[in-house]
T-cell receptor, first 112, second 114 residues
Framework: GESVGLHLPTLSVQEGDNSIINCAYSNSASDYFIWYKQESGKGPQFIIDIRSNMDKRQGQRVTVLLNKTVKHLSLQIAATQPGDSAVYFCAEIPNAGNMLTFGGGTRLMVKP | EPEVTQTPSHQVTQMGQEVILRCVPISNHLYFYWYRQILGQKVEFLVSFYNNEISEKSEIFDDQFSVERPDGSNFTLKIRSTKLEDSAMYFC????????????FGDGTRLSIL
């Protein structure tokens, strides 16, 4: 269940630092966005979502920012921990549909 | 916390054989999905299912694929005559509703076609 073989961009951070993972989406008609985390051997795990009428949403230790003007989404993880090491995907759903379109993913590596 | 469960975790099948992948969605969810991830590629949408019928499908979901909800808890994906290129991870997902409801994924079935 991992993106083995994908040429994933990799973000390497020190434990305790903040992480920012970026995503560019393509469909200007998309109005709902989700960040997923995928650990080795597992399926995508829901982290946080945001609707297009918002530009920021916060969860526990995570914040998602949406910039519709440049079609950009980011995920901020505060005080990154070794357990945060995984591949992170953004996904979008266009208006009036429920088909998730996934981005290519970013591998986050947390150094203890 | 409720979760989507998939069986088997790994399925090995001869080319041309039929295969059925099984999923138990989260119990109060009404929308069900199948996705696949070919090794080295992105997760791709196959099909969504609601109220006992397909609500949306991708170009990948051709006549060799079918889905079924045979009872109140299971959701299956059948591939009628498997090809080598069907080898992939297949993920089932479910959501409480459409439109702005997060889809929750199982841990997938790795399908290997020989």
């Amino acid at each position: 269940g991992e993106s083995v073989g994908l040429h994933l961009p990799t973000l390497s951070v020190q434990e305790g630092d903040n992480s920012i993972i970026n995503c560019a989406y393509s469909n200007s008609a998309s109005d709902y966005f989700i960040w997923y985390k995928q650990e080795s051997g597992k399926g995508p795990q829901f982290i946080i979502d945001i609707r297009s009428n918002m530009d920021k949403r916060q969860g526990q230790r995570v914040t998602v920012l949406l910039n519709k003007t440049v079609k950009h989404l980011s995920l901020q993880i505060a005080a990154t921990q070794p357990g945060d090491s995984a591949v992170y995907f953004c996904a979008e759903i266009p208006n009036a549909g429920n088909m998730l379109t996934f981005g290519g993913g970013t591998r986050l590596m947390v150094k203890p | 916390e409720p979760e989507v469960t998939q069986t088997p975790s790994h399925q090995v099948t001869q080319m041309g054989q039929e295969v059925i992948l099984r999923c138990v969605p989260i119990s109060n969810h009404l929308y069900f999905y199948w996705y696949r991830q070919i090794l080295g590629q992105k997760v791709e949408f196959l099909v969504s299912f609601y109220n006992n019928e397909i609500s949306e499908k991708s170009e990948i979901f051709d006549d060799q694929f079918s889905v079924e909800r045979p009872d109140g808890s299971n959701f299956t994906l059948k591939i009628r005559s498997t090809k080598l290129e069907d080898s992939a991870m297949y993920f089932c997902a479910s959501s409480p509703g459409p439109d702005d409801q997060p889809q929750h994924f199982g841990d997938g079935t790795r399908l290997s076609i020989l």
